[in-house]
């Protein structure tokens, strides 16, 4: 085999293992005009429980309001409105966010939290653990660092 086709074969056996194992939470900050006058600030990113299931988490801000939402998969997670939401910092600082969804009864896979208050309280750049009020017990997500400087840009932003 000649030394290119060597190269040729290794890159695209190198390629699909890197898109494999490379973090599903990629994300960008994006902004939207919803009506005149009226932008959303938002960071979007699909993040793993404990149980492996996905969640897509949803940190959006506008005038006065910094809203952290949680989509669990349907029929697999029920939240229990309107119980707060726990953050669990890696310095083990234990954070509630107010439970502020407001079609609680009719959407059980998803819990929305305002995180305003937080904000002088969460870390930089370090991961957090969230821990939404469900009623299945013991569900655990796992917000990586890069996430939360992210949320943190998103802040400075709106």
């Known amino acids: 085999m000649a030394p290119w086709q060597r190269c040729l074969l290794l890159i695209l056996l190198v390629i699909p293992l ?3 194992v490379s973090p599903s939470s990629n994300a960008m900050i994006r ?3 919803e009506a005149p006058n009226q932008v959303v600030v938002q960071s979007r990113h699909q993040l793993r429980d404990n149980r492996g299931f996905t969640w ?3 940190l959006f801000s506008r005038r006065d309001q910094l809203q952290l939402r949680l989509v669990g998969f349907p ?3 029920h939240f229990r409105h309107p119980d707060p939401l726990v953050l669990i910092t890696s310095s083990g600082q234990t954070l509630t966010a107010v439970d502020d969804f407001p079609k609680a009864d009719s959407v ?3 819990g929305q939290f305002d995180l305003l208050p937080l904000v002088p309280h969460l870390p930089q ?3 957090l ?4 009020p469900l009623e299945e017990q013991g569900i655990e997500i796992a917000v990586p660092a890069a996430v939360v400087v992210e949320w943190h840009v998103l802040i400075e932003e709106a």
């Not at 653990?129 to 939404?132: A, D, G, I, Q, Y």
């Open 18 to 20: 890197w898109l494999a």
């Open 31 to 33: 902004t939207i005009e």
């Open 56 to 58: 897509q988490v949803i």
């Open 75 to 77: 029929e697999q997670y």
């Open 108 to 110: 059980a896979n998803v």
């Open 125 to 127: 750049s370090e991961p």
């Open 129 to 132: 653990v969230l821990r939404p």
